[in-house]
């Protein structure tokens, strides 16, 4: 079974659910990947179009044989979802009926060892969501200063052990350019105590920290969010799903931002139509994996769908 066969998309009824799907709506999977969301999305909308995003060409190749299987009502658009807004634009397209952000790196770019995404795969470091990128984990993790590494270790990973791990890395490119992943995770694995490495592979919140900086996922996040709610139509909805608490914070922000009644007439009785939000949430705590889904696909532990819907 090769990693496609194997790719599973996470929360995917829950969130082809949460779309509230018309037969002749108009959306746009913002995180094509490899199509697993976009396949039920086209499935349901024979009536509709479909408009999916993503930087990858392999992933690109790969799902326009998926969804030209099931019909031809669709229109991939390679690029990053920072540019949603303008590439719709240039479709045509000012008003959509849903948006779909599934974040995160899928499980074919982890299991393709040569993109550099693993810890448990020798490869060069790279990390490049866009092959065709110019920066990459090598540049990062060969160029950025111990204070920079600590930084972003400790924003973007959460990770406890950021200053040695930064300093090891320092001393070590004294000697020698840090290559391959293997040669980074056993930097890290170097730099923190035994009990840590008990609790979960001592690398893995380095790597994701380094892949966010790579490809400025965090960045783009909050106004590809606002972007897509701007171009909402009433009724319309937006899934997000995130895999870690700095992407589900900013979602949970902005999506409160949004729905919010304006402080100024907060509690009064009787509030003006013109004061209420424009938004509602669909659901107040966030949607999480199933025991079964997450007894089939380990990857899907972390994840959380949040759902926020356009009413005037």
Known sequence: MNSLEKHVSVLLNE?????NLKEDGIYVDCTLGYAGHSSEILKRIKKG??????????????SRKRLSAIGNNFTIIKSNFSNLKVELKRENVLFVDGFLFDLGVSSVQLDDAE??????????????????????AYDLVNTYSEKELRDIFFKYGEEKFSSSIARNIVKYRENKKIETTLE??????????????????????????????????????????????????????????????????IVKNVFKEYTEVDPKVKGLPDIPLEYLPDYKLINRNVIIPSEEELLNNNRSRSAKLRIIERIK
């Open 15 to 19: 969130s082809i659910e949460g779309l």
């Open 49 to 62: 179009y479909l408009f999916a995003i993503d930087q990858d060409s392999d992933a690109i190749e790969s």
């Open 115 to 136: 993109r550099g995404f693993s810890y448990h795969n020798e490869a060069k470091l790279d990390m490049r969501m866009d092959k065709e990128g110019k920066f990459s």
């Open 184 to 249: 980074l995770a056993d930097i890290i694995s170097n730099s923190v105590p035994m009990k840590a490495k008990r609790e979960h592979h001592p690398a893995r919140k380095v790597f994701q920290a380094i892949r966010i900086e790579v490809n400025h996922e965090l960045d783009v996040l909050e106004s590809a969010l606002k972007d897509a709610l701007s171009m909402l139509n009433v009724g319309g909805r937006i899934c997000v799903i995130t895999f870690h608490s700095l992407e589900d914070r």
